[in-house]
């Protein structure tokens, strides 16, 4: 990944931005462990440690992923909802994820709960943050029906398992991304990591069965861009 050299450093930190970016890049992008993004720069001549890298991640993933939210379209008012299991430290916590028309993530939330008041907390994140949608796709949980009632009275909310396959298959990098790292240790990392890893996908991982071979290589192109332009933003 090329980034301009004369990008400035980030004070206090030892390797050049260009590092440290590059390292957040590829740990998100191809679903790689610490030790991965290790062996990747050492072959490359740069000679860093895994808690080193560990430690850019958790620092630098969220700032690129609040830039993507803050530059990102609009989101589409047809909005699928769902929630999956991941297990914590031998508990039970469920991951809420929302995904609008375009496949795109909207917002994800890691809660203990998978009632009607987890519901509610997770469809008023997203209304305070998008507006009101105006369409809502669930599977049959009854959770759901109360507080779309309450919440957006005006959206026409389908409750329909077989309508909701766009959102089943976004659980899939979770899922992958989870083994990689041998479970997840915590439900604050759980959100920490889930946030940024969905928001820098969306840019990276376009829909590339839709896209001809130029299309592809111009959407790739300009997420580069945006990556090279969010890396100049960076700050200690």
Same mark, same amino acid.
């Given at each position: 990944?090329?980034?301009?050299?004369?990008?400035?450093?980030?004070?206090?930190?030892r390797?050049?931005?260009e590092?440290?970016?590059y390292?957040?890049?590829?740990?998100?992008?191809? &679903?790689?462990?610490?030790?991965?993004?290790?062996?990747?720069?050492?072959?490359?001549?740069?000679?860093?440690?895994?808690?080193?890298?560990?430690?850019?991640?958790?620092?630098?993933?969220?700032?690129?992923?609040?830039?993507?939210?803050?530059?990102?379209?609009?989101?589409?008012?047809?909005?699928?909802?769902?929630?999956?299991?991941?297990?914590?430290?031998?508990?039970?916590?469920?991951?809420?994820?929302?995904?609008?028309?375009?496949?795109d993530?909207?917002?994800?939330?890691?809660?203990?709960?998978?009632?009607?008041k987890a519901?509610?907390?997770?469809l008023a994140?997203?209304i305070?943050?998008?507006g009101?949608?105006?369409?809502v796709i669930?599977?049959?949980?009854?959770?759901?029906?109360?507080?779309?009632r309450?919440?957006?009275?005006?959206?026409?909310?389908?409750?329909?398992?077989?309508?909701?396959?766009?959102?089943?298959?976004?659980?899939?990098?979770?899922?992958?991304?989870?083994?990689?790292?041998g479970?997840?240790?915590?439900?604050?990392?759980a959100?920490?990591?889930?946030a940024?890893?969905?928001q820098?996908?969306?840019?990276?991982?376009?829909?590339?069965?839709?896209?001809?071979a130029?299309?592809?290589?111009?959407?790739?192109?300009d997420a580069?861009?945006l990556w090279?332009?969010?890396? &100049?933003?960076m700050?200690?």
């Amino acid at each position: 990944m090329n980034l301009s050299s004369s990008m400035p450093r980030l004070k206090g930190y030892r390797f050049p931005r260009e590092i440290v970016a590059y390292s957040v890049w590829v740990y998100y992008r191809f &679903a790689l462990s610490t030790a991965d993004v290790e062996d990747l720069l050492a072959e490359r001549g740069v000679t860093v440690s895994r808690e080193t890298i560990r430690k850019w991640v958790s620092r630098f993933g969220c700032h690129f992923a609040d830039c993507i939210k803050r530059d990102r379209p609009s989101a589409a008012d047809k909005w699928h909802l769902d929630e999956v299991v991941i297990p914590i430290n031998g508990r039970k916590y469920w991951l809420w994820r929302a995904v609008d028309a375009n496949g795109d993530v909207l917002d994800i939330l890691v809660q203990p709960q998978r009632n009607a008041k987890a519901a509610r907390r997770f469809l008023a994140r997203l209304i305070d943050r998008f507006g009101e949608p105006r369409v809502v796709i669930t599977d049959k949980l009854r959770s759901y029906f109360k507080p779309i009632r309450d919440l957006a009275p005006g959206a026409d909310h389908r409750a329909h398992k077989g309508l909701n396959n766009r959102i089943e298959g976004s659980h899939r990098p979770t899922r992958k991304q989870e083994k990689l790292m041998g479970r997840f240790k915590t439900p604050r990392q759980a959100q920490r990591f889930l946030a940024a890893h969905d928001q820098i996908n969306t840019i990276f991982r376009p829909r590339r069965y839709r896209l001809t071979a130029t299309s592809y290589r111009h959407a790739r192109s300009d997420a580069l861009n945006l990556w090279n332009t969010y890396a &100049a933003e960076m700050n200690a």
